[in-house]
């Protein structure tokens, strides 16, 4: 391991602004210990060791006027999360303590840290990979539970150590080839077909990974779902029903200026932002303006669309340019308010809506909702390859990474069959 040394030290509020019981500002960097000692005044004069809470009363360096009574924790390099000397200061969780905790930190000498900058340090100071820098912030931003999961298992090294395997495959076949080319005479026959078979067992590999970079994505980002259907055919009922026992999850979240996302859901794990559609707000101004364009493009901007009708009723050409309007995109069909009967009847649009799925709902009486919502997902699980708890979520630079070492591949396989012919 390497230690980057450098020469500032960083303080940041590490705790989100707002009100809490607890406020922690964190300080990275060689002179962190000393800004313990200016700062703090420990209650019962303990000295500061290494990973041991202390309680005592932080305060202005120069004023010396108190600011909270904390508790400190220091923790020595290289035992801490940047590989660094690290204080950290548990004050009281309001605004106005720690900004003024952070600035009496300034002026006593300490940088306000940049968005970041402690994962950097413990990245620079080989604490962690570059794979697992990148899941602590996919483990901050999670959405759901079993997104945090897996940021989790890439910060706990899974990426990092499925690579090294294909590394580790790669250098021995590299090693062999090497080893035939120079020592000819003195080795046994080289068999360039095991050695082709290894090459395509790693491509193979590799091919997995890449695609699993879009339900990576999906983690990340949420799966964007627009629920299009004419007027009062239930997508508002839909969209609460949805969102039931849900809501628990940030709302009103705003969007790019194409999108407005009113909603976010946790779909059996997977998130889910809900965009708001002309047609999910009543299209006050008539049927006949169902606001076709406006659907179109809530219809690109999603990764799914769901596709509402009423199945009580039959398909009338509103519905059917609402389908038409869709193809070629991912989506399900959903016929409402079943609880009414079913009179809707897909037959003539089975080429446009070919492989969605189609599912049956009363979004009034709360039927066929979670049948809705496992169906959503394990539609978007095949296509996006987000297999069980081992998935790997691969993000758009270990992709294009991945790509590229596979290219590579295929170019060496391409050589042994050239040599072949
Ligand atoms: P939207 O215009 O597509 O958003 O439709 P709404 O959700 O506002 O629903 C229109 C009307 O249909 C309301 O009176 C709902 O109560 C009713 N509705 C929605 N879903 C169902 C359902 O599954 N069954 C029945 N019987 N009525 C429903």
């Given at each position: 391991?390497?230690?980057?040394?450098?020469?500032?030290?960083?303080?940041?509020?590490?705790?989100?602004?707002?009100?809490?019981?607890?406020?922690?500002?964190?300080?990275?960097?060689?002179?962190?210990?000393?800004?313990?000692?200016?700062?703090?005044?420990?209650?019962?004069?303990?000295?500061?060791?290494?990973?041991?809470?202390?309680?005592?009363?932080?305060?202005?360096?120069?004023?010396?006027?108190?600011?909270?009574?904390?508790?400190?924790?220091?923790?020595?390099?290289?035992?801490?999360?940047?590989?660094?000397?690290?204080?950290?200061?548990?004050?009281?969780?309001?605004?106005?303590?720690?900004?003024?905790?952070?600035?009496?930190?300034?002026?006593?000498?300490?940088?306000?840290?940049?968005?970041?900058?402690?994962?950097?340090?413990a990245f620079l100071n080989g604490r962690l990979d570059?794979?697992?820098?990148?899941?602590?912030?996919?483990?901050?931003?999670?959405?759901?539970?079993?997104?945090?999961?897996?940021?989790?298992?890439?910060?706990?090294?899974?990426?990092?150590?499925?690579?090294?395997?294909?590394?580790?495959?790669?250098?021995?076949?590299?090693?062999?080839?090497?080893?035939?080319?120079?020592?000819?005479?003195?080795?046994?026959?080289?068999?360039?077909?095991?050695?082709?078979?290894?090459?395509?067992?790693?491509?193979?590999?590799?091919?997995?990974?890449?695609?699993?970079?879009?339900g990576g994505r999906l983690f990340r980002q949420g799966?964007?779902?627009?629920?299009?259907?004419?007027?009062?055919?239930?997508?508002?009922?839909?969209?609460?029903?949805?969102?039931?026992?849900?809501?628990?999850?940030?709302?009103?979240?705003?969007?790019?200026?194409?999108?407005?996302?009113?909603?976010?859901?946790?779909?059996?794990?997977?998130?889910?932002?809900?965009?708001?559609?002309?047609?999910?707000?009543?299209?006050?101004?008539?049927?006949?303006?169902?606001?076709?364009?406006?659907?179109?493009?809530?219809?690109?901007?999603?990764?799914?669309?769901?596709?509402?009708?009423?199945?009580?009723?039959?398909?009338?050409?509103?519905?059917?340019?609402?389908?038409?309007?869709?193809?070629?995109?991912?989506?399900?069909?959903?016929?409402?308010?079943?609880?009414?009967?079913?009179?809707?009847?897909?037959?003539?649009?089975?080429?446009?809506?070919?492989?969605?799925?189609?599912?049956?709902?009363?979004?009034?009486?709360?039927?066929?909702?979670?049948?809705?919502?496992?169906?959503?997902?394990?539609?978007?699980?095949?296509?996006?390859?987000?297999?069980?708890?081992?998935?790997?979520?691969?993000?758009?630079?270990?992709?294009?990474?991945?790509?590229?070492?596979?290219?590579a591949l295929a170019r060496a396989q391409q050589a042994?069959?050239?040599?072949?012919?």
């Open positions: 391991m390497f230690h980057v040394k450098h020469s500032d030290t960083i303080a940041a509020i590490a705790t989100p602004l707002g009100v809490g019981g607890v406020g922690i500002i964190r300080v990275s960097g060689k002179g962190s210990l000393a800004l313990l000692q200016q700062l703090f005044s420990p209650s019962n004069g303990d000295k500061a060791e290494s990973h041991r809470m202390i309680h005592g009363w932080l305060a202005e360096p120069e004023s010396g006027q108190k600011i909270d009574e904390i508790l400190a924790c220091y923790m020595k390099s290289p035992k801490s999360y940047t590989g660094e000397d690290i204080v950290e200061f548990y004050c009281h969780g309001g605004m106005a303590v720690l900004q003024r905790a952070l600035k009496a930190l300034i002026s006593a000498g300490a940088r306000q840290a940049q968005k970041g900058e402690f994962t950097k340090r570059l794979a697992q820098a990148e899941a602590v912030l996919d483990l901050i931003k999670a959405g759901t539970e079993v997104g945090a999961g897996y940021a989790v298992g890439q910060l706990e090294g899974r990426l990092s150590r499925v690579i090294a395997g294909l590394r580790a495959m790669l250098v021995s076949a590299q090693a062999e080839l090497e080893a035939a080319i120079d020592f000819s005479d003195d080795l046994p026959d080289f068999d360039g077909r095991s050695l082709a078979a290894r090459l395509l067992q790693i491509s193979q590999d590799m091919a997995g990974l890449i695609r699993s970079a879009s799966l964007a779902m627009a629920i299009v259907g004419k007027p009062n055919v239930g997508k508002s009922s839909l969209l609460n029903a949805l969102l039931g026992e849900d809501r628990a999850l940030v709302a009103g979240t705003p969007g790019t200026t194409r999108d407005t996302i009113i909603e976010s859901i946790d779909l059996n794990g997977l998130p889910v932002r809900l965009i708001d559609t002309a047609g999910l707000r009543k299209a006050e101004d008539g049927v006949e303006k169902l606001g076709v364009e406006r659907t179109s493009r809530e219809i690109d901007s999603a990764d799914v669309v769901l596709v509402m009708v009423d199945a009580s009723s039959g398909l009338d050409s509103l519905d059917k340019e609402v389908i038409h309007r869709t193809a070629g995109a991912r989506g399900v069909i959903v016929l409402n308010k079943i609880d009414l009967g079913l009179k809707a009847n897909l037959g003539s649009l089975s080429d446009e809506i070919k492989g969605w799925p189609v599912f049956q709902t009363s979004a009034l009486y709360g039927q066929g909702i979670n049948e809705l919502k496992a169906g959503i997902f394990s539609y978007v699980s095949s296509w996006a390859e987000i297999k069980g708890k081992d998935y790997i979520m691969v993000n758009a630079r270990h992709r294009e990474c991945l790509v590229r070492a596979n290219e042994y069959l050239d040599g072949m012919a």
